[in-house]
């Protein structure tokens, strides 16, 4: 930061062209946990009623049929996988100037 401020840089120019570029793939990999924790929380709010992709798994559980359990995870995880990608690709995109 002292360099920063020795080239002239004012405490904005710091924060946006420095420290949150710095930090941004840290940021970013909190926001994609966080997200991937919610989408496995969502899945179990089914049990209370609420309509969500882990309903196929409640029905199934419930009424012992192996396929709807086996459905709705395969549905739960592909959507997991699918975002964590996008979040990895979101990752690469802003952070490519730090290769």
């Not at 549905?75 to 699918?82: C, G, H, Q, S």
């Amino acid at each position: 930061m002292s360099v920063a401020s020795g080239m002239g840089m004012s405490r904005r120019q710091q924060l946006y062209e420095v420290e949150l570029p710095l930090a941004a793939p840290v940021i970013l990999a909190g926001i994609r946990t966080s997200v991937i924790i919610n989408i496995g929380t969502a899945t179990i709010a089914s049990t209370v009623g609420a309509s969500t992709l882990g309903t196929p798994i409640i029905i199934g559980l419930s009424g012992f049929n192996t396929a709807y359990v086996i459905q709705g995870a395969l549905l739960v995880a592909l959507a997991a996988i699918i975002i964590d990608r996008l979040f990895e690709r979101l990752t690469r995109a802003l952070t490519r100037h730090a290769k």
